[in-house]
């Protein structure tokens, strides 16, 4: 079956754009979690949703970054007057129920800013 | 900030074993161990996890001491593919109850 998919795979902004990142997660999956990871360090915890409630905001590194999962399924993650420490990947995941840890990634948005 | 340990690279020859410690030493009565693999750029791979028994599916066994401040992923026939980063993960509790903190990890290299 499908897999979670993440839009676009890659994306080159200028410093000061708003971008938007799309994450897909598999049919069904009640919890959406999202990830940055700079190359050679594990991902870092940003946020996450159980259906469509935002559980935990705390590993959003500020207030140009922001999430929502409005109907429980699709979630945006989305950055505001982006800076060039922004660059990174980042990645979605789901997990068929809240507290099951095996969680299912995405392939991951990598994000330039220039 | 990660609750366990690994080193940060290891080295294992194609066909044996490899076998991966952390620790967790501050481990509390309810939380489990994970363990993640992540191949090159791709997203991280679920591989198994436990709360104090041993476990064995197809991929790998884990095993945890019986007072539960470290345990091993052990890989029983190595190959290349499964050269990777490893994470060890404790799952939080109370109100980090689903957050999934993934530290460094370590580096498995399966060397031919």
């Known amino acids: 079956g499908a897999g979670v998919s993440q839009s676009p795979r890659y994306k080159v902004t200028k410093r000061g754009q708003d971008v938007a990142l799309r994450c897909d997660p598999i049919?069904?999956?009640?919890?959406l979690y999202w990830y940055r990871q700079a190359l050679g360090q594990g991902p870092e915890f940003l946020t996450y949703?159980?259906?469509?409630?935002?559980?935990?905001k705390s590993g959003l590194p500020n207030d140009r970054f922001s999430a929502e999962r409005p109907e429980g399924s699709i979630s945006t993650l989305t950055i505001q007057r982006t800076e060039q420490r922004d660059s990174a990947m980042y990645r979605c995941?789901?997990?068929?129920?809240?507290?099951?840890?095996?969680?299912?990634f995405g392939p991951g948005t990598r994000l330039t800013v220039t | 900030d990660a609750k366990t340990t690994q080193p940060p690279s290891m080295d294992c020859a194609e066909g044996r074993a490899a076998n991966l410690p952390c620790n967790h030493s501050t481990i509390s009565g309810n939380e489990y161990v994970y363990w993640y693999r992540q191949i090159h750029s791709q997203g991280p791979q679920y591989i198994i996890h436990?709360?104090?028994n041993n476990e064995t599916n197809e991929m790998a066994s884990l095993i945890i001491t019986e007072d539960r401040k470290s345990s091993t992923l052990i890989l029983p026939h190595a190959t290349l593919r499964d050269t990777a980063v490893y994470y060890c993960?404790?799952?939080?509790?109370?109100?980090?109850?689903?957050?999934?903190?993934f530290g460094p990890g370590t580096s498995l290299s399966v060397i031919p």
């Open positions: 049919s069904g999956h009640v919890s």
């Open positions: 436990g709360l104090k």
């Open positions: 949703f159980n259906y469509e409630a935002q559980q935990d």
């Open positions: 993960i404790v799952r939080g509790s109370g109100t980090s109850y689903d957050k999934v903190i």
């Open positions: 995941a789901s997990s068929p129920d809240r507290g099951m840890h095996e969680q299912y």
